[in-house]
């Protein structure tokens, strides 16, 4: 069975975004846990659908321009991402959302759905987010893995990732890298 690989770029405080709505201290949004190469897929939430949709679409429609969202050149490892990004398979989960204009994606109506997508051959599927939708899957049991990378930041208001919880999850460390910066990536098992 193909593994759910939930990964996210949090403060130390477990903030996922800040007060304005985003994470404003991650520099890049590119891929940056290592799981290009053991991944066939991406699944994501309605809510962070658009912004996604909105963010890579302006990287691959314009990548030597600066970001429309951030006003900033795209990052060396975010075009790479883009160009990935472009040809592999999304999916969408949303009991709203009508239609997806980024490549190759299809909408998904339920859990179930996403536990049939594990069992179909393939390699492992990035959960690229956003927080309910993650939150929402460790608590059913579809999440097989989290990766994290750590900024040396205490993000203070915000959201934090797992507020909404509704029970405890072992974890198993399967490695940590130190990034540099005071960032740290670690890599969990779900036990």
Not at 12 to 19: H, N, Y
Not at 139 to 146: H, M, P, T
Not at 163 to 189: E, F, K, S, T
Request: with cysteine; glycine share 8%.
């Amino acid at each position: 069975m193909r593994k759910l690989v939930a990964a996210m770029k949090l403060s130390v405080d477990g903030k996922c975004e800040g007060p304005q709505g985003f994470a404003d201290w991650v520099e890049a949004w590119s891929e940056d846990y290592e799981l290009t190469q053991r991944i066939d897929a991406c699944l994501l939430g309605s809510r962070m659908y658009g912004g996604y949709e909105q963010y890579w679409s302006a990287i691959r429609d314009a990548p030597r321009e600066p970001l429309p969202m951030t006003g900033k050149l795209p990052a060396a490892a975010e075009l790479a991402w883009s160009a990935f990004a472009q040809r592999t398979p999304h999916y969408v989960l949303s009991t709203t959302l009508v239609a997806a204009d980024w490549p190759h994606t299809t909408i998904l109506r339920s859990i179930d759905q996403v536990s049939a997508l594990k069992r179909q051959p393939g390699k492992d599927i990035y959960l690229m987010g956003g927080a309910t939708l993650t939150v929402s899957l460790l608590d059913a049991g579809q999440v097989d893995e989290f990766h994290v990378i750590s900024y040396p930041l205490l993000a203070g208001p915000g959201k934090a990732l797992f507020g909404q919880l509704q029970q405890r999850h072992q974890l198993q460390l399967l490695n940590l890298r130190d990034l540099g910066g005071g960032r740290v990536r670690m890599a969990y098992a779900i036990a």
